[in-house]
């Protein structure tokens, strides 16, 4: 995809999305909802896709159980209603669904990026299941959040396309730590501290080592970081045999002053990944992206 066909933020599509049930289907929602999670498992979605889908489905399918008069064995189709899910989601918004407390209260108001993926959300499971209702989808005027599916198109981008005069390297892994930052919901900074030892992608399923424990890797975040791994041996390769194993590395040689330090011998500084970041994305999208756009709603 080049730079002239990407289409905007706002105006992605999940395509890869199909209608495989019908309102003829007799089963309840909650079931629905079940094969609709599994049928994102055998497409081998991205977790954080997986992830947030579950937790908001699930969501609304609480919010309409807990309204007096809802038979538990909830129809899709009843539950897709337009009423229920505008009730739904105007609760979601006054904070009313929340589970756990956040730095501005319990009671605080959702964040818009959230109602947004929780519409992205409806609509996605609407077409999964044949309901004919669908909701507006208010457009990202930011860029500062986005829905999983839109993160994976943008990683996908930054993983295949390089622009003219860039250093492959350093592409290579920012399209890794951009991976990452979305699979795992950290920060660059959080991130940036990483070493090869925190990755077991021999592990089955792969995963990465965090400090609150294991998470599993998805297939194209795992194929982005061996592209990174087998650039940084390129790198290292001059250390003979005395390599820290820092996971980011300098992809060049610094200031005159770090001359005679070889890049693989040194920790990628937090500065310099968010500056390759940048030039990254203006390069292949010509718009800003920041790194903290990828990690999926909350």
Same mark, same amino acid.
């Given at each position: 995809?080049?730079?002239?066909?990407?289409?905007?933020?706002?105006?992605? !599509?999940?395509?890869?999305?199909?209608?495989?049930?019908?309102?003829?289907?007799?089963?309840?929602?909650?079931?629905?909802?079940?094969?609709?999670?599994?049928?994102?498992?055998?497409?081998?979605?991205?977790?954080?896709?997986?992830?947030?889908?579950?937790?908001?489905?699930?969501?609304?399918?609480?919010?309409?159980?807990?309204?007096?008069?809802?038979?538990?064995?909830?129809?899709?189709?009843?539950?897709?209603?337009?009423?229920?899910?505008?009730?739904?989601?105007?609760?979601?918004?006054?904070? !009313?669904?929340?589970?756990?407390?956040?730095?501005?209260?319990?009671?605080?108001?959702?964040?818009?990026?959230?109602?947004?993926?929780?519409?992205?959300?409806?609509?996605?499971?609407?077409?999964?299941?044949?309901?004919?209702?669908?909701?507006?989808?208010?457009?990202?005027?930011?860029?500062?959040?986005?829905?999983?599916?839109?993160?994976?198109?943008?990683?996908?981008?930054?993983?295949?396309?390089?622009?003219?005069?860039?250093?492959?390297?350093?592409?290579? !892994?920012?399209?890794?730590?951009?991976?990452?930052?979305?699979?795992?919901?950290?920060?660059?900074?959080?991130?940036?501290?990483?070493?090869?030892?925190?990755?077991?992608?021999?592990?089955?399923?792969?995963?990465?080592?965090?400090?609150?424990?294991?998470?599993?890797?998805?297939?194209?975040?795992?194929?982005?970081?061996?592209?990174?791994?087998?650039? !940084?041996?390129?790198?290292?390769?001059?250390?003979?045999?005395?390599?820290?194993?820092?996971?980011?590395?300098?992809?060049?040689?610094?200031?005159?002053?770090?001359?005679?330090?070889?890049?693989?011998?040194?920790?990628?500084?937090?500065?310099?990944?968010?500056?390759?970041?940048?030039?990254?994305?203006?390069?292949?999208?010509?718009?800003?992206?920041?790194?903290?756009?990828?990690?999926?709603?909350?």
């Amino acid at each position: 995809m080049n730079r002239t066909t990407y289409p905007s933020i706002a105006s992605m !599509r999940h395509d890869r999305h199909k209608p495989l049930r019908t309102l003829a289907d007799v089963t309840t929602a909650s079931d629905d909802i079940s094969a609709f999670l599994e049928h994102l498992r055998e497409e081998d979605y991205a977790l954080a896709t997986q992830r947030v889908r579950r937790r908001f489905l699930t969501e609304y399918l609480e919010h309409a159980l807990s309204t007096d008069g809802t038979p538990t064995a909830l129809s899709s189709a009843a539950l897709m209603e337009l009423p229920r899910a505008e009730a739904w989601l105007a609760d979601a918004k006054a904070g !009313r669904t929340r589970r756990r407390n956040t730095l501005r209260g319990p009671d605080a108001p959702s964040a818009g990026a959230s109602d947004r993926v929780r519409i992205i959300t409806y609509n996605i499971f609407a077409e999964f299941v044949g309901t004919p209702w669908r909701l507006e989808v208010p457009p990202n005027t930011t860029g500062e959040h986005l829905d999983p599916d839109e993160a994976q198109r943008l990683l996908h981008t930054l993983a295949v396309q390089r622009p003219t005069g860039a250093n492959a390297a350093t592409s290579i !892994r920012t399209a890794a730590l951009a991976a990452l930052v979305a699979a795992t919901g950290r920060t660059i900074s959080e991130l940036a501290a990483l070493d090869v030892a925190d990755l077991q992608l021999d592990h089955r399923p792969p995963r990465i080592l965090l400090d609150d424990g294991p998470l599993p890797l998805d297939t194209e975040t795992l194929r982005t970081i061996r592209r990174w791994l087998r650039q !940084r041996a390129g790198i290292t390769s001059s250390l003979e045999g005395t390599d820290p194993g820092y996971l980011w590395v300098p992809t060049k040689t610094g200031r005159p002053i770090d001359d005679q330090v070889p890049p693989g011998a040194r920790r990628a500084a937090v500065r310099t990944l968010h500056d390759a970041h940048r030039r990254l994305v203006l390069g292949i999208l010509g718009t800003p992206i920041r790194p903290g756009a990828l990690r999926h709603a909350r």
